[in-house]
T-cell receptor, first 110, second 118 residues
Framework: KNEVEQSPQNLTAQEGEFITINCSYSVGISALHWLQQHPGGGIVSLFMLSSGKKKHGRLIATINIQEKHSSLHITASHPRDSAVYICAVGEGGSQGNLIFGKGTKLSVKP | GAGVSQSPRYKVAKRGQDVALRCDPISGHVSLFWYQQALGQGPEFLTYFQNEAQLDKSGLPSDRFFAERPEGSVSTLKIQRTQQEDSAVYLC????????????????FGPGTRLTVL
């Protein structure tokens, strides 16, 4: 069983739609990260959170520690949001390396 | 400011050839991580440095993989006698704070090196 599971694997949306990507994990964590990866490989850190909710622009990330679940929301989606979104967790007590989900490939159509 | 850089960005190697991949972390970052990302998969941990010390190399898939960070800044991942299954994107990430910081640390990723072994 994968320690970090994301759903859906692939997501196609129309411009303007509200998007939700889910992440469940099975290990105790120090923090959960949401990352964005564009074609060509570069990864950008969107959020790092350990409780509650964070918002940055049109992006919102929430985490429920008791349920070991996090969601990434994108409001008013735009074609430039098209990318792979990856959930990763830092295990509690570990040295800091991340355990990654397989990613959700988002395509936003104009 | 300068982020994490990696070179080369793309590398094509013939099976059996040795390769060296370079990572320049953000200046002053203590922690440095190497990850391997196969096509269509999430990255997987290879090895971790705290300054010049390689504290964890449990993710290295075989003894053909070797990493170093001799002066605690630039790191090199070397793969000897490359095999086709080594084809992947190799990502380097660095973080500023001590890895035992309570909440963990934001990692800053380089653009990756895409290795193709023919």
């Amino acid at each position: 069983k994968n320690e970090v599971e994301q759903s859906p694997q692939n997501l196609t949306a129309q411009e303007g739609e509200f998007i939700t990507i889910n992440c469940s994990y099975s290990v105790g964590i120090s923090a959960l990260h949401w990352l964005q990866q564009h074609p060509g490989g570069g990864i950008v850190s969107l959020f790092m959170l350990s409780s509650g909710k964070k918002k940055h622009g049109r992006l919102i990330a929430t985490i429920n520690i008791q349920e070991k679940h996090s969601s990434l929301h994108i409001t008013a989606s735009h074609p430039r949001d098209s990318a792979v979104y990856i959930c990763a967790v830092g295990e509690g007590g570990s040295q800091g390396n991340l355990i990654f989900g397989k990613g959700t490939k988002l395509s936003v159509k104009p | 400011g300068a982020g994490v850089s990696q070179s080369p960005r793309y590398k094509v190697a013939k099976r059996g050839q040795d390769v060296a991949l370079r990572c320049d972390p953000i200046s002053g970052h203590v922690s440095l991580f190497w990850y391997q990302q196969a096509l269509g998969q999430g990255p997987e941990f290879l090895t971790y440095f705290q300054n010049e010390a390689q504290l964890d190399k449990s993710g290295l898939p075989s003894d053909r993989f070797f990493a170093e960070r001799p002066e605690g800044s630039v790191s090199t991942l070397k793969i000897q006698r490359t095999q086709q299954e080594d084809s992947a994107v190799y990502l380097c990430a660095s973080s500023l704070a001590h890895p035992l910081a309570i909440l963990g640390n934001e990692q800053f990723f380089g653009p990756g090196t895409r290795l193709t072994v023919l």
